[in-house]
């Protein structure tokens, strides 16, 4: 009988050590959940502070990379805009430079032939001094016309190559065109204008080949 109070006693004893250690388990589970909790929240905070830093430093990266873009293009530009200046500077320049060599190749060709048609005017006088010797009665001879016709395609000759005679009587005297070697009294032409041709003169385009020798009226 003794004996088995004794195991019952012993297994209510157990039951309430159970009991116990279960409730004891039970609190602190308790407490490590409501531990964990505030850690969790913590974890959530430190994940959205990073979230939050990392689009900044996107931004930021978005934007330097954008000036820098942007700086870079400016400076293309930039050079761009010198070259384009240069090449235009050496075309202007060769523009130029080509413009004076046709300018200075034309005016070597016209000095050039204008020295060798200096050389004709002495014989284109002496066909007019021979010819205005010629009689009246003579003039229909056919020497005579041959001459003349001679002398006639001279000039035209010369006249097609751009020589042509200077203007003179009744003019101002242009000492860029004229020589004024005496004066003569006139009442014909008036004061200062030239009264008479002593030689004629001849220009080939802007040339002189040979100044008008003339006669002034005094002023």
């Given at each position: 009988m003794a004996d088995e109070e004794i195991k019952k006693e012993a297994a209510e004893g157990t039951a309430d050590e159970a009991a116990e250690a279960g409730k004891e388990a039970a609190e602190n589970e308790n407490k490590e959940t409501a531990g964990k909790e505030p850690e969790t929240e913590k974890q959530t905070?430190?994940?959205?502070?990073g979230k939050e830093v990392k689009t900044e430093n996107v931004k930021k990266f978005r934007k330097d990379k954008a000036s820098k873009a942007d700086k870079e293009k400016e400076a293309l530009k930039e050079q761009v805009a010198a070259l384009d200046d240069k090449?235009?500077?050496?075309?202007?320049?060769?523009?130029?430079?080509?413009?004076r060599t046709e300018k200075e190749k034309a005016a070597s060709y016209d000095n050039g032939a204008a020295?060798?048609?200096?050389?004709?005017l002495p014989v284109l006088d002496n066909f007019e001094r021979g010819l205005a010797t010629v009689p009246e009665d003579k003039k229909e001879d056919p020497?005579?016309?041959?001459?003349?016709?001679v002398y006639k395609q001279f000039v035209?000759?010369?006249?097609?190559l751009g020589v042509e005679p200077?203007?003179?009587?009744?003019?101002?005297?242009?000492?860029?065109?004229?020589?004024?070697?005496t004066q003569q009294e006139?009442?014909?032409?008036?004061p200062g204008?030239?009264?008479?041709?002593?030689?004629?003169?001849?220009?080939?385009?802007d040339i002189v080949l040979r100044y008008s020798m003339v006669a002034v009226v005094p002023e």
């Open positions: 905070g430190s994940e959205e502070d090449v235009k500077r050496q075309l202007a320049e060769f523009e130029n430079f080509r413009n020295n060798v048609l200096k050389k004709f020497f005579v016309q041959g001459v003349d016709k035209t000759e010369l006249e097609n200077i203007e003179a009587l009744g003019l101002p005297l242009d000492p860029n065109l004229h020589n004024a070697v006139s009442d014909e032409y008036e204008t030239i009264c008479a041709e002593l030689q004629k003169g001849y220009k080939y385009h």
